[in-house]
């Protein structure tokens, strides 16, 4: 089945240092990637729709400067946390439209910032 | 405002009973609606889709309905067993944009 490979599975980083996540589609080419962040006991909050080629649609109060997403081939995906805060710990998960209503996401990313 | 709601933050079934897990939507006009498995640590996994003109669908022990006037969708596992342990998530589609919204998830224990 389709598979989407996120990296890294966890990450520790200094506050004010910037951390890139990848997420690569492994055998099948993903037009549209979506990012996720999930706080503990909380539900997936959609950040951001990245679509290749293209600057990616961020939802309301995400800030684009902050989280930037890079798209640039159909099976890579990258959200870079810039000057990341101990507020931006989290996990932090992509997915990625793999048929008319399938979606198939990768493992997630476990940022902790200190 | 719109909301998506899970019955319960957790629930505890006896192994071998079904258990049934509660999803509410308020202002949302959903195309189809999902449920997905949860595992600490780890990214959603894709179980059952259900279309808006759909009331039931099956895949070996799991069954989802939905109710579109009552805005809706039970999700039952019967002859749980201790591995069905999860976080199981309901998410909405609205179609339009491929964005998919989730709700905040029940967490089901099943008990040896």
């Known amino acids: 089945g389709a598979v989407v490979s996120q990296h890294p599975s966890w990450v520790i980083c200094k506050s004010g240092t910037s951390v890139k996540i990848e997420c690569r589609s492994l055998?099948?080419?993903?037009?549209?990637m979506f990012w996720y962040r999930q706080f503990p006991k909380q539900s997936l909050m959609l950040m951001a729709t990245?679509?290749?080629?293209?600057?990616?649609?961020?939802e309301q109060g995400v800030e684009k400067d902050k989280f930037l997403i890079n798209h640039a081939s159909l099976t890579l995906s990258t959200l870079t946390v810039t000057s990341a805060h101990p507020e931006d710990s989290s996990f932090y998960i992509c997915?990625?439209?793999?048929?008319?209503?399938?979606?198939?996401f990768g493992s997630g990313t476990r940022l902790t910032v200190v | 405002s719109q909301k998506i709601e899970q019955n319960s933050e957790a629930l505890n079934i006896q192994e071998g009973k079904t258990a049934t897990l509660t999803c509410n939507y308020t202002?949302?006009?959903?195309?189809?609606l999902q449920w997905y498995r949860q595992d600490p640590g780890r990214g959603p996994v894709f179980l059952l889709l259900?279309?808006?003109?759909?009331k039931e669908k099956r895949k070996e022990r799991l069954k989802v309905t939905f109710d579109t006037t009552l805005k809706q969708s039970l999700f039952h596992i019967t002859a749980s067993q201790p591995a069905d342990s999860a976080t199981y998530l309901c998410?909405?589609?609205?179609?339009?944009?491929?964005?998919?919204?989730f709700g905040k998830g029940t967490r089901l224990h099943i008990l040896p």
């Open positions: 997915s990625a439209k793999v048929s008319n209503y399938g979606y198939t």
């Open positions: 055998d099948f080419q993903a037009t549209t």
């Open positions: 990245s679509n290749e080629g293209s600057k990616a649609t961020y």
């Open positions: 202002n949302y006009s959903p195309a189809y």
């Open positions: 259900i279309r808006e003109n759909e």
């Open positions: 998410a909405l589609s609205m179609n339009r944009d491929d964005k998919i919204i």
